[in-house]
C-alpha cells in the first residue's frame, strides 16, 4: 500500500513571496491533516479535513495560509505571501477513521520550508 | 486545555543501554488516547503505539515497552538493548474530545544511541 505522498520536499523562497505544497492521502482514507513543525517543536495541527470539508482550522493563520482538497482526495496548502516564521516542515497526514478520538494518523515525509 | 510535556530534550546513551522517555499529559477528558511517535533523520513520523485511557495495561513489543499510569498522567517509554538505529526523535502525543480530537504533541526527545 502506498504511503502518504507529499510534494516537493524542499523549498527556498524569499520572504514574502508565494508557495504551494502538494499532498495525496492513503488511497480511501477520509480524513487529511496539515500540521506545521518548527525546528525543535512537535508538530501543529494547522488544518483537518473531512472528505472536502474542513473539520478544523482554528490554528491556521487565515490572512496569509489557505487549504483546499479537492474532490476530497489530494489537498493544496498555500502561504501567501510568507514570512521568516514560517520557515519550517509541513506535514501532511491521513487517517481512515471519520469521527472518534481514534486517530491513528500516517504521516508524509514533509515538505522543508525555508523562508530568506 | 490538552497539553503534553517531555521533559528530556536530548539522551545520549551507549549501544545496549535501556533507556526510559517519559511524557506526562494534561487533559480534562475521561477518554482520551496517547500515542507515541519516532521521527527518523528523514523527517517522516512512524506511529509506534496508541493506548487509551480505559487500558492502563503495560505492553511490550520486542525491545519496546510502555509505562502508562493515569495516578501519575504519565507515558512512558522505555527501550531495552538500545541499538544505534533507535536514533530519532520521539514524540508522545494526546487526542482527546476537548481538543476536537485532534492530536496535541510533546515537544519531543532526541535519542542518540552511540557505539
Known amino acids: 500500500e502506498a504511503g502518504v505522498a507529499q510534494s516537493p520536499r524542499y523549498k527556498i523562497i524569499e520572504k514574502r513571496q508565494s508557495v504551494a505544497f502538494w499532498c495525496n492521502p492513503i488511497?480511501?482514507?477520509?480524513?487529511l491533516y496539515w500540521y506545521q513543525q518548527i525546528l525543535g517543536q512537535g508538530p501543529k495541527l494547522l488544518i483537518q479535513f473531512q472528505n472536502n470539508g474542513v473539520v478544523d482550522d482554528s490554528q491556521l493563520p487565515k490572512d496569509r495560509f489557505s487549504a483546499e482538497r479537492l474532490k476530497g482526495v489530494d489537498s493544496t496548502l498555500k502561504i501567501q505571501p510568507a514570512k521568516l516564521e514560517d520557515s519550517a516542515v509541513y506535514l501532511c497526514a491521513s487517517s481512515p477513521r471519520t469521527s472518534g478520538y481514534y486517530n491513528e494518523q500516517f504521516f508524509g515525509p514533509g515538505t522543508r520550508l525555508t523562508v530568506l | 486545555a490538552q497539553k503534553v510535556t517531555q521533559a528530556q530534550t536530548e539522551i545520549s546513551v551507549v549501544e545496549k543501554e535501556d533507556v526510559t522517555l517519559d511524557c506526562v499529559y494534561e487533559t480534562r477528558d475521561t477518554t482520551y488516547y496517547l500515542f507515541w511517535y519516532k521521527q527518523p533523520p528523514s523527517g517522516e513520523l512512524v506511529f509506534l503505539i496508541r493506548?487509551?485511557?480505559?487500558?492502563?495495561q503495560n505492553e511490550i513489543s520486542g525491545r519496546y515497552s510502555w509505562n502508562f499510569q493515569k495516578s501519575t498522567s504519565s507515558f512512558n517509554f522505555t527501550i531495552t538493548a538500545s541499538q544505534v538505529v533507535d536514533s530519532a526523535v520521539y514524540f508522545c502525543?494526546?487526542?482527546?474530545?476537548?481538543?476536537?480530537?485532534?492530536?496535541?504533541f510533546g515537544t519531543g526527545t532526541q535519542l542518540k544511541v552511540e557505539l
Open positions: 502525543a494526546l487526542s482527546a474530545t476537548g481538543g476536537g480530537n485532534k492530536l496535541t
Open positions: 493506548r487509551n485511557s480505559f487500558d492502563e
Open positions: 488511497s480511501g482514507h477520509a480524513t
